[in-house]
């Protein structure tokens, strides 16, 4: 077992993370950057360090990372200076916000604090988590692409009420209200009577009432259902990947494609928030740079996700099964195979919330993206379009535009933490190495690298990667 990884039952629940989460945002995010209730919705996520006592007898849970947000720039609107944020979906934004967290306590560690999560490792300059504390994903919503394509099932079967879904935008969707779910039905039976194959238009992850199946595709009564369609994911299948057929019904989408978001008027580099969470169970989410000063990877103890339209099946294929036979990993890389549970708790800014008031007007997707992070200086970030709110097109490309958690300044985060440390103290793959730019330092965690060939090699050979010359600056 991981250390830190103990069993999940006894540790926390699904709704005392969800409970968790939902108290952080509430009080420690300001209005600045969150939705306007009465007509924007976003979705949100967050990284939770649990901590237990050598025996067990107290465990103490925190959020130490989050992120809001829903969105994702086009290839168009990307900078070779590694100042945007590409994507702004909740689920990246947290996890770019707790990469943050982990260098602030990787600096402390190096500095000889005892109050860091980390401790030092048997590799010489290598640093390990703690066994005491491991880490738990929050989503309060079922992430983009593999995951969200969920069987349509009948009210009546349902063990939750009939939601709408919080989902990332397309501007190529439209949405199915709960109250038009029979009548999205009726025509759907009626397109494939007729043999006419009508692409909906839909969300970024287009509306689903709020069911859930168990893993054999029944209800909490046990009665088996047939799934007569599925609810619709925006996320385009990638070149070189099985493509869906966009035949009316269940046969609508493939499912186990590799998808990327759509960008904001043309397509994005950005692979499904699915694919990106599957890549997790290999290469851990603390990132090649943070892999340099790690022993072993940052893998999660379990993802929970919050009340929303939910598949188990669907998932445990998108998050765990499609990389389960990648093999041949270097050392301190696994398969590891992630805990996925379901809170009973909405998230009150979801749009599914905001549909279920039902004083709502047309909703729209709140368009800035909020980072939090765990750190002692402007732990808080709001964005929009992929720099900080306010920016003016004048000042894109200055210091005071950028996130804070953009590849630029988590690059300088870590190089700040390299340079003040003696070559003695170094790992081996930062020792003596002419190292310049980000892609430099990425390329040298040779461990990483590695095992990132491997999925790309096994499991994930149609991945998008960005181009190298958007990776070469310093």
């Not at 900078?79 to 602030?104: C, M, N, P, V, W």
């Not at 294929?317 to 195979?337: E, I, M, W, Y």
Request: proline letters at 5%.
């Amino acid at each position: 077992m991981e250390p830190g990884a103990l069993l999940v039952a006894r540790l926390w629940t699904a709704d005392e993370i969800a409970s968790l989460c939902y108290g952080h945002y509430r009080n420690q995010l300001p209005k600045q950057g969150l939705p306007d209730p009465s007509r924007e919705w976003t979705l949100m996520a967050a990284f939770i360090q649990v901590e237990t006592t050598a025996l067990e007898e107290s465990v103490t849970k925190k959020v130490v990372a989050m992120g809001t947000g829903t969105k994702c720039v086009g290839q168009s609107k990307v900078r070779k200076t590694g100042d945007i944020l590409q994507d702004s979906h909740a689920e990246i934004t947290a996890k770019r916000s707790f990469q943050r967290y982990l260098l602030h306590q990787l600096s402390l560690a190096t500095s000889g604090s005892q109050e860091s999560v980390f401790s030092t490792a048997t590799d010489a300059g290598k640093w390990m988590i703690k066994p005491e504390f491991s880490f738990v994903f929050f989503t309060s919503h079922t992430p983009c692409g593999d995951a969200s394509i969920i069987p349509m099932i009948s009210h009546e079967d349902q063990l939750f009420p009939t939601l709408v879904s919080d989902v990332c935008v397309d501007p190529s969707a439209a949405d199915i209200s709960a109250s038009g779910i029979s009548a999205y039905k009726r025509k759907a039976n009626e397109e494939e009577a007729s043999g006419t194959s009508k692409r909906l238009k839909q969300d970024d992850e287009t509306s689903l009432n709020g069911a859930r199946l168990s893993d054999d595709g029944r209800t909490a009564n046990g009665k088996a259902l047939e799934a007569r369609d599925v609810y619709r994911t925006g996320a385009k299948c990638v070149p070189g990947e099985p493509q869906d057929s966009h035949k009316p019904g269940a046969d609508y989408h493939c499912l186990g494609a590799l998808r990327v978001k759509p960008g904001r008027g043309d397509r994005s580099w950005s692979m499904s928030c699915s694919d990106k969470m599957a890549r997790w169970n290999i290469l851990g989410c603390q990132g090649a740079l943070l892999m340099h000063c790690l022993q072993r990877p940052v893998y999660l103890a379990g993802v929970v996700v919050g009340k929303c339209p939910y598949s188990q099946e669907a998932m445990d294929r998108a998050l765990n099964t499609r990389c389960q036979k990648v093999a041949s990993l270097p050392d301190g890389f696994r398969t590891h195979r992630v805990d996925i549970v379901q809170s009973s708790l909405l998230f009150h800014h979801g749009r599914d919330a905001l549909k279920e008031k039902g004083d709502a007007g047309k909703l729209v997707p709140c368009g800035s993206a909020v980072s939090w992070s765990a750190v002692p200086h402007q732990a808080l970030d709001v964005t929009a379009n992929g720099y900080r709110q306010g920016t003016t097109k004048k000042a894109i490309g200055s210091p005071q535009s950028r996130s804070r958690i953009c590849k630029a300044e988590l690059f300088g985060s870590f190089r700040q933490i390299v340079q003040r440390l003696p070559s003695s103290q170094l790992p081996d793959s930062l020792r003596d190495q002419e190292l310049k730019t980000y892609w430099d330092y990425k390329k040298a965690a040779a461990t990483y690298q590695e095992a990132w060939n491997q999925l790309l090699q096994q499991a994930f050979t149609s991945w998008i990667r960005t181009p190298r010359d958007y990776l070469q600056f310093t």
